[in-house]
């Protein structure tokens, strides 16, 4: 199935593009969603999703297959698959943005989606009242981040103390013992924002997304009859043996 969905951040689109792409930036916006490893433009996580009394765990591997900095169009392969067998997922996710008036751009993402397992019993129209809440999360999420600017800042480089330019405040001069070099050497030069190591969720304590609870009355209406033939059943069975 095919699901297309739209938001809104409020960044210009050179800022919002450089975020899009950075992961661990955006994955702990994402509901349900937990960041194991980077590598290039690979990377692996787990996506936790509760199905009434079923929890389900989804782990996988997703790569960006195109990145067009002109057309400020990326494409995401995806794959994953229950941990206890119970279905699997892929997505091809692609992504265009569009800069609009006021510093602000729109991002149109378009999915690709094939599901099996218990979550594909409830067809397109659930998934897209689930996705339209799980991508307004996301947003909100998002643009949260960028207004308080806690994404794409570089760390503040480190202040040079005085043993810090001792060779550059004595030139010539000969250190009498080992511990003067150490004292004087050089600094290390400050580490580049891509270096820098972000603290990531415990995969255990993120919350699930909840299928059920996102999809509202468009689920408990496929679900009445269920219950009611269930319900049915058992009181069927409770007279018979009264009856006996």
């Not at 409020?10 to 916006?29: H, N, Q, S, Y």
């Not at 994402?30 to 194991?36: I, Q």
């Not at 794959?79 to 602000?104: I, P």
């Not at 067809?123 to 009242?129: E, L, Y």
Request: aromatic share 4%.
């Amino acid at each position: 199935m095919q699901l297309e969905h739209s938001f809104t951040v409020p960044v210009g689109i050179d800022a919002a593009w450089k975020t899009l792409l950075d992961v661990e930036t955006i994955a702990p916006c994402m509901p349900g969603a937990a960041l194991d490893t980077v590598d290039g433009d690979a990377f692996t996580g787990t996506v936790k999703v509760k199905l009434g009394p079923i929890g389900l765990t989804y782990k996988g591997k997703a790569s960006f297959v195109e990145k067009d900095e002109t057309a400020h169009r990326a494409v995401i392969d995806a794959q994953g698959r229950d941990a206890r067998g119970n279905g699997t997922a892929s997505a091809v996710v692609t992504a265009v943005l569009t800069e609009k008036a006021a510093g602000s751009t729109e991002v149109v993402v378009v999915t690709d989606l094939n599901i099996t397992g218990k979550p594909a019993q409830f067809g397109r129209g659930v998934m897209v009242d689930v996705g339209n809440k799980l991508i307004g999360q996301f947003a909100d999420c998002l643009s949260g981040k960028l207004t308080a600017g806690d994404v794409l800042a570089a760390p503040a480089p480190t202040a040079a103390t005085p043993s810090d330019t001792g060779l550059a405040n004595n030139t010539g001069a000969k250190h009498s013992s080992p511990a003067a070099l150490v004292t004087d050497s050089a600094p290390e030069p400050a580490p580049t924002t891509s270096a820098v190591s972000r603290p990531r969720p415990n995969p255990a304590e993120v919350v699930p997304i909840d299928l059920l609870g996102s999809a509202g009355p468009a689920v408990a209406k496929r679900l009445i009859p269920v219950v009611g033939g269930v319900v049915a059943l058992v009181l069927a069975f409770l007279l018979g043996r009264r009856s006996r």
